[in-house]
C-alpha cells in the first residue's frame, strides 16, 4: 500500500460500487481503489434476473456486465470478492473484513462507500424453509429458481406480491409453462406505485393471460410434501396448490454495518445521505437500494430502490470521493414493467399519495391510440395524470397499454423535473409524424382535460364514483353516446343506462335531463366529454363525463358475443 | 344571421380551422362560426398521406378525422366547402367569398382566423408541366399521384428534396416497387434539420435500401416524352432517367389574402402573430402552416410548417376567439420521420444552428442501445446531444438509428421546454426496465460526456476533424482499442492507424505516444473515453477519443467478409 496514496474502500459490487469505482479511476489516476463483495459476482445487471428465469435471456452470463479482472486489469481497482466486511471503525478509518476462508484484515480508508444493497423480506411465517420457496434478489437467487425449475419441473407457481418483481416474475413463470397463482395483500397490482382504477386494468390483463389472481388476501402459512416441498399456500380465505412459491413482497435496505458504525439512519428506515450521498459521517459515503432519497414532489425521504438510481448514485459517489463536486437532487419515483403484452409506468405520486400529502389534485384520464389513429398497429394507452388544482403544477402520472407507455412517462418525469404546470405541458412541441404519435400526443391530451377540468369546462366522473351513483344513486341517467355498432359489441348495462348515440343526441330537446344527473360515456372519453357541453347547451345543469370511458373502466363491461 | 350573435369566419379546413371551431364551440354555445374550406375535404390527417400512396393506409377515407356534417350537426358550424375567400375588408370586418358555382358573397366577423397554409414550392424549371411531375401537399395530390401509379406504373421516381416529406415518400415509393433517385441540393439528407454526421447515417441506410442518392446537385430541368411525359430530370452533372417526379424542396406559407389585406407579414414571410396568434389586427387570428413562431432557444421567430403546432395553434385561437385567454409560447422545431428501418428524430438547434446564434456549444455523440444491452432486440441508437458551454443548458439534439428515438427526442424536447441544463438531464429519474431502456439511458449519457468535456476530463474528436486529420497530419496515431474479433469484422483502415486492444493498451509504456497526437476509437465511444484516461495516466498529453466512434462513423469503413 502507498502511503502517499489516498485509500478508497468501496463495500458493495452491485451497481453503485463498480460504477464509483470506475468513475474514481477515469478523474483521478493515483488513488488507490478496493472493491469489497461478499459473492462471487460483480456489476451485473440484476434488474435483468426475471428476464433469464423466463427464458428470454438464455444464459447467466449474459448479465455480467464487467469482470473483476476488468476492473483489476483496465482500472487498477483492486476487487475482493467472497470478502465480507465484518465492521467499520470510524475512529482510526478501517474496514474489518473477513475472507471466505476465514482470514481477517483489515483497510484503511480516507473515504468509504457503503452500498450494500436491500434484501428481500420473507415473512416469518411457517413453512418458508421448504424446498421450493424463493426469493429474487441476486443472482445466485436466480440461477436457483432456474435449477429448481429444470430439476422439479414444477406446475404450479404462487407468486406473494404483486410488485414490479412480482409482476414480472409472474409473467416468467408463466413463460416457463406453469399456472400462475398471484397473492397480494393490498387489492390490486403495484398498489403502492399506481392507484386503483390504473391498477383494475393490470389485474384485469393477468385475468386474460390465465394468471389466478387472488387479492387482499395475506399468505399465512405454507404447507410441504412429506420430502419437505412446498406444496400449498394458505391466505386466510384460500389455499393455493402449488409446488414453488416466489416471495416478492419488498425490500429492506442493508444497514446493519452502518447502524453499527452509528451512521444515522433515516425515518425509512434506509441509511441517511445528504445531497453529496455523503452519510452522518462526510468521509462514510451510501448509495443505491440501502439509502433514502429526497422524493421531488414532496421534498420528504422515501425509500426506492431501483437500478436506475443506483447507477446516478455510483457516478455521483466516484467523482465525490475523489474530492470532485457532484450531488443527487432526489427522484420521482418513476418505474416501469412490462406484464405480458403490457406496460405499466408510473412517476411521481398518485392520486392517493398526492391526498396523504395535502395537496388539493385534479385528474385526468385519457386513451388515446399511441400513434396517429390511422397508422397501422397504433394500440391504445389509459393515462392517468394528476396536478396541482390550484397551480396546475404536474404531480405525477401513471400510464398502461398494450401501445408505447414508456415514452410518456418519461415525458412526463422530465416535465415535473422542469417543473412545467399543464398548461406549459399542452404545448412542449414534441416529435410528430403518423408512425410514432398523433398530432395531439396523449400527454397535451391528458393536460388539455386537466385545464378543461380546472377552467370548468370539463366536468368528469372518476369511475369509482360513477360505480357508487350506479349503486345509490336514485335519480341518475347514464347516457352510452357511442354508435350502434360500438354498443351491440360492448357495453356497460344496467336500469340507469341509455344507449342515445351522438347524431341523436344533437336531436334531443332539453327535456332528456329534466331533473336527472346525467353522465355520458363512449370509448375513449373524447365523444362523452363533448356530450357533456352538448347537453349543456341545451340547459342541462348536472352533466359530467366518465374519465377515460370504456376503455378504462376498471369494473365487468357486458361483452355481446 | 342572429344579429345579437358574435360572428367568427374561420378560413381554411386543415388542422387549424376545426380544431379552432370545435374548441370555440365547445366553450360558447352562442357564437355563429362558419369554417370556409377551398377543397372539398376538411379535416384529415395530411401528414398520413405518404401512408396512403405507399399503401400502408390502403383507403384514403381512413384520414378524413370529421366530415363537414358531423361540424354541421354535432357542432353547429356552418362549413362551406369548394368556397374561397378573396379578399378581406376589415374596414367593415367583412370577408368576400366565391362559391364554385362562381356565386359571390360577403360575411361579416367579430373574429376571423386565417389557416390557409402553405403550398409546396416548385421549383420554375423547364417542363414542370409535364405528366407524371408531382407535389405532395393535400389529399387529391396523393390521390393524383396514387392514380398515376396505377395508370402509368412508373417504374423509376425521382424525388428532388430531401427533407421531411421528401425522405417520407422515398420509402413510399421504394415500397411501391419502383427504383428511386432522391436529388438534394445540399450535402446531406434533412440538411436544415440535422448535421452532417447525422445526415450521413441517414444517407448510408437509404443507399443500403438500394436508393440512389444524389447530393449536392441542383434539378435545373425535366424532359419529356412525345406523349409529354417526364422521362428525365437534369442536374449539373447528372442525368436521371425517371417515369415519376416529386418536388418536396420546401413549402411556402400562404400569405397572399393576408398580406392584400396589410397584415404584418414577418421576416421569414409568413404572417407575424403575437402569443395570442393575433396578427397585426387585434380581430385576426391566424395559426398553423402560414404563421412563423418564435423559436424557444434564439427567441427569433422561424417558419415550420408542422402538423403538431397547427394543432396546437388550432385550440388556443378556438380559446381566443370566444374572448378566453391562451398564449402560444413557440417552439423547438422538433420533428421527426422513419426511413425505412431508420428513425431519425431533432430538436432545437443543430450545430450549425447554434454556431450561426453566436452560441459556444459542446456536443456529444453517443451510440447506446436503447434497451439494456443484455435484453433481446435492442439496437444501437446514435445520439448528437448539444448544449451552451458555459451554462450547460441543453440547446437541441438530433437522433437516428434503428431503435428507439422518439422517446429520446420527446425527453430533450421536455428537457429545454424545463430549461433544464446537463448537469440535471442526466439526474432526470427516468422510467427504467431492461425491456425498455438501460439503466443509464442515452439522453443521461450523452449529457454527462458533455459534463465530462466541460470539465476537461473527456477530451473528444468529431468525426469530420479525425477525417481531415487523417489526410493532412503527419504525427497522429489512431489507436483501435476493441478486441481482436471486432477489427477482423470492420474497420477503418490506414498507415496512421493501428490496433492495440484495451487489455494490451493496459499494459503497454508510456512510449506509446512519444510527441505524436493520439486518437482512441472502439465501437461506440465507451471504451475510447476510457482509453484516452488510460492513456493520460501513462503521462500522455495529447489524446482524444473518437466521438460516436465506428457506430456513428459517417465516412467509408473497411468492411472485412
Redesign the interface.
Known amino acids: 500500500m502507498n502511503v502517499d496514496r489516498r485509500n478508497i474502500v468501496i463495500i458493495g459490487g452491485g451497481?453503485v460500487g463498480p460504477k464509483a469505482a470506475s468513475r474514481a479511476?477515469?478523474?483521478d489516476?493515483n488513488v488507490d481503489i478496493k472493491l469489497i463483495e461478499k459473492g462471487e459476482f460483480i456489476s451485473y445487471?440484476a434488474?435483468?434476473l426475471p428476464?433469464f428465469v423466463s427464458g428470454?435471456?438464455p444464459n447467466s452470463s449474459?448479465?455480467l456486465a464487467r469482470s473483476p479482472d476488468y476492473f483489476r486489469?483496465?482500472l487498477e481497482v483492486d476487487v475482493l470478492t467472497q470478502t465480507t466486511v465484518t465492521s467499520i471503525d470510524r475512529n482510526r478509518r478501517l474496514v474489518h473484513c473477513s475472507e471466505g476462508g476465514g482470514k481477517e484484515f483489515s483497510l484503511p480508508y480516507d473515504a468509504l462507500v457503503i452500498s450494500t444493497g436491500a434484501d428481500p423480506v420473507i415473512p416469518p411465517l411457517e413453512g418458508r424453509e421448504l424446498a421450493g420457496v424463493f426469493k429474487l434478489k441476486d443472482l445466485p437467487d436466480a440461477v436457483a429458481i432456474s435449477e429448481y425449475l429444470k430439476k422439479h419441473e414444477p406446475r404450479k407457481a404462487a407468486i406473494v406480491g404483486a410488485g414490479?418483481i412480482g409482476l414480472?416474475m409472474v409473467e416468467a413463470l408463466k413463460a416457463r409453462g406453469m399456472a400462475v397463482t398471484m397473492v397480494e395483500m393490498l387489492g390490486w397490482p403495484l398498489p403502492t406505485l399506481v392507484d386503483f382504477e390504473v391498477g383494475a386494468l393490470i389485474a384485469k390483463h393477468l385475468e386474460e393471460k390465465g394468471i389466478n389472481c387472488i387479492f387482499s388476501e395475506k399468505a399465512v402459512a405454507l404447507e410441504g410434501t412429506a420430502g419437505g416441498r412446498v406444496r400449498r399456500l394458505k391466505t386466510a380465505n384460500e389455499v393455493v396448490e402449488c409446488d414453488m412459491v416466489l416471495f416478492s413482497v419488498g425490500v429492506r435496505p442493508n444497514v446493519s454495518l452502518a447502524r453499527a458504525a452509528n451512521l444515522e439512519i433515516g425515518p425509512t428506515g434506509a441509511i441517511k445521505v445528504n445531497d453529496k450521498l455523503q452519510t452522518s459521517d462526510p468521509a462514510i459515503y451510501a448509495g443505491g437500494d440501502c439509502v433514502e432519497c429526497r422524493h421531488?414532489v414532496t421534498g420528504k425521504p422515501v425509500f426506492v430502490p431501483?437500478?436506475?438510481?443506483?447507477?446516478?448514485h455510483g457516478?455521483i459517489i466516484g467523482t465525490n470521493i475523489v474530492n470532485g463536486h457532484d450531488t443527487?437532487?432526489g427522484?420521482?419515483?418513476?418505474?416501469?414493467?412490462?406484464v405480458f403484452d403490457m406496460?405499466v409506468?408510473r412517476?411521481g405520486l398518485t392520486e392517493e399519495e398526492a391526498k396523504k400529502a395535502g395537496l388539493e389534485v385534479t385528474f385526468s384520464i385519457v386513451t388515446p391510440p399511441d400513434l396517429?389513429?390511422?397508422?397501422?398497429g397504433n394500440k391504445r394507452i389509459t393515462l392517468k395524470l394528476l396536478a396541482e388544482t390550484r397551480t396546475g403544477k404536474i404531480l405525477g402520472a401513471q400510464c398502461v397499454g398494450q401501445g408505447?407507455v414508456?415514452?410518456r412517462?418519461?415525458?412526463i418525469?422530465?416535465?415535473m423535473?422542469?417543473?412545467?404546470n399543464v398548461s406549459?405541458m399542452?404545448?412542449?412541441?414534441?416529435?410528430?409524424?403518423?408512425?410514432?404519435?398523433p398530432?395531439?400526443d396523449a400527454v397535451?391530451n391528458a393536460a388539455?382535460v386537466i385545464r378543461n377540468k380546472t377552467e370548468g369546462?370539463a366536468k368528469g366522473i372518476s369511475p369509482q364514483e360513477l360505480k357508487q351513483k350506479l349503486n345509490d344513486q336514485e335519480n341518475l341517467l347514464v347516457i352510452d353516446v357511442r354508435t350502434k355498432t360500438e354498443w351491440n359489441r360492448e357495453r356497460l348495462e344496467g336500469p340507469k343506462i341509455r344507449h342515445v348515440p351522438?347524431?341523436q343526441l344533437?336531436q334531443a330537446g332539453p327535456e332528456i335531463c329534466a331533473g336527472k344527473e346525467l353522465v355520458t360515456l363512449c370509448h375513449s372519453s373524447v365523444r362523452a366529454?363533448?356530450a357533456q357541453?352538448?347537453l349543456?347547451?341545451k340547459g342541462c345543469r348536472n352533466v359530467k363525463f366518465l374519465d377515460g370511458s370504456l376503455v378504462a373502466w376498471p369494473y365487468k363491461k357486458t361483452v355481446v358475443k
Chains 1, 2 share one sequence.
Open positions: 451497481a479511476r477515469r478523474l489516476p445487471g434488474c435483468g428476464y428470454v435471456i449474459q448479465l486489469e483496465q414490479l414480472e421531488l431501483l437500478g436506475s438510481t443506483a447507477n446516478k457516478r443527487f437532487p427522484i420521482l419515483g418513476t418505474a416501469i414493467a412490462k406496460s409506468g412517476t396517429s389513429s390511422y397508422y397501422p408505447e414508456a415514452k412517462i418519461d415525458v418525469a422530465t416535465a423535473t422542469g417543473g412545467l406549459q399542452s404545448d412542449v412541441d414534441l416529435a410528430y409524424a403518423p408512425p410514432f404519435s398530432a395531439i397535451h388539455n369546462i351522438l347524431s344533437a366529454y363533448h357541453r352538448m349543456e347547451r
